[in-house]
Nanobody
Framework: QVQLVESGGGLVQAGDSLKLSCAASGRTFSSDAMGWFRQAPGKEREFVAAITWNGGGTYYADSVKGRFTISRDNTKNTVALQMNSLKPEDTAVYYC???????????????????WGQGTQVTVSS
């Protein structure tokens, strides 16, 4: 059974940091792209960050560039999202995703990803 399990969410104040983690199991994800998306109430799921299978390429939404860092450890089948200088507008449920397609042009399209976690809530108070 393929599973992606996120952890690390919580309630923080503006300017604080959080680190989200995603543990993958049920198959080998070392050949897959991994990504993070988020969804705020009443809004569509939006791209946050993605990383290529070997960690050689990282991609970010403009809204988080310079504040968030995605990383992965293929020996542990994990991916992380370090979030610094958090803002109230970062409040959302954050989802981990894995994708098997080649290339990178599809990263920002949430329907293109193959596996999803259940999400972890991040709330940033002002």
């Amino acid at each position: 059974q393929v599973q992606l399990v996120e952890s690390g969410g919580g309630l923080v104040q503006a300017g604080d940091s959080l680190k989200l983690s995603c543990a993958a199991s049920g198959r080998t994800f070392s050949s897959d792209a991994m990504g993070w998306f988020r969804q705020a109430p009443g809004k569509e799921r939006e791209f946050v960050a993605a990383i290529t299978w070997n960690g050689g390429g990282t991609y970010y939404a403009d809204s988080v560039k310079g504040r968030f860092t995605i990383s992965r450890d293929n020996t542990k089948n994990t991916v992380a999202l370090q979030m610094n200088s958090l803002k109230p507008e970062d409040t959302a449920v954050y989802y981990c995703a894995a994708g098997t397609k080649t290339g990178s042009t599809w990263y920002r399209m949430f329907r293109a990803w193959d596996y999803w976690g259940q999400g972890t809530q991040v709330t940033v108070s002002s």
